[in-house]
């Protein structure tokens, strides 16, 4: 698909392009910005070779060079909107300033950071950095395309479970920047969010008021990781035992609680090579 030394050259160039940010003040949630992507990357890498194991529908794209390398690139350069939209707004709250993804695949056109690409792999890579934060995939969506778009989701989502859980248990500073402003009021939650739980809905960002909306939130991602390996490296990881052990046990919560113990067994279950 790729051999190293050409994906080097990408990694350089973005290395690069962040760098061009260092004199933003206040500039650590930056920094972890770019700690974000490579993790990002290696996930989508690790998602992409892992096809091979897979049955259908997976194992269908084993053989599609284009789509495979698009997904890679496409994770590499996902969040280069990231910044400039601190560097000007200072947030990562997209309804606070703009759309990251659609301001990252605006970057990537404009600085031509895929310009040795063909049209195809360019296309997907496009189309997949301009989706990777979307609520949910449009069905019209071609199944192509949605592949590259859910390698780079699937591996997002893997790395926002592991830097929201580090942050829903400490108190560093970046912590307002990464928990997108909710009020850390630990017996709080909001019923909106619960119901999202109970009623198989991903919640939404503008629903969080409080730090449990944010782990009832990661709970409903479980459902979305498309991929074994994800769902497996989520399970394995504990990230979200962890998650649900922070959440208040009261009866009122319980219900919710239980519905997303059920869906990290499923994760688990999972784990063996079918999605
Ligand atoms: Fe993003």
């Known amino acids: 698909m790729t051999t190293s030394t050409d994906l080097d050259e990408y990694e350089r160039r973005f290395i690069a392009y962040t760098a061009e ?12 910005k770019v700690e974000h992507t490579f993790r990002v990357y290696d996930h989508a ?6 096809l091979e194991t897979l049955e259908a529908p997976h194992r269908q794209w084993v053989g599609d060079t284009a789509a495979c390398r698009a997904a890679v690139l496409a994770a590499l350069f996902h969040d280069c909107g990231r910044f ?12 606070a300033s703009v759309n990251h ?3 990252s695949f605006q970057t990537m056109r404009d600085r031509a950071f895929l310009q040795r690409e063909g049209a195809e792999v360019r296309g997907l890579a496009h189309c997949a950095v301009l989706l990777h934060n979307r609520y949910s995939l449009s069905p019209k969506l071609n199944e192509r395309a949605r592949f590259v778009t859910e390698v780079v ?21 970046e912590k307002d920047a990464v928990l997108l402003h909710v009020k850390d009021e630990p017996e709080k939650w909001s019923p909106t969010v619960v119901d999202d739980v109970l009623n198989d809905r991903i919640a939404r960002y503008s629903d969080l008021r409080y730090i449990n909306d944010f782990r009832l939130l990661l709970g409903t991602w479980m459902d979305e990781l498309r991929f074994p390996v994800t ?4 399970a394995d990881s504990g990230l979200m035992d962890n998650v649900l052990e922070q959440l208040p046990d009261t ?25």
């Open 21 to 32: 940010f260092d004199d933003v003040p206040d500039a650590a949630p930056l920094r972890l």
């Open 45 to 50: 890498k690790r998602i992409v070779a892992s």
């Open 153 to 173: 989701r699937d591996a997002d989502k893997l790395d926002i479970f592991r830097i929201m859980v580090s942050y829903l248990t400490s108190a560093l500073p």
């Open 84 to 95: 400039p939209q601190f560097k000007h707004f200072r947030t990562f709250l997209d309804a």
């Open 101 to 103: 993804a659609v301001l």
């Open 231 to 234: 769902r497996k490296a989520l």
């Open 251 to 275: 009866p009122e919560l319980r219900p919710a609680l239980d519905v997303l113990r059920v869906k990290l067994a499923q994760c688990r279950e999972a784990a063996g090579g079918k999605a």
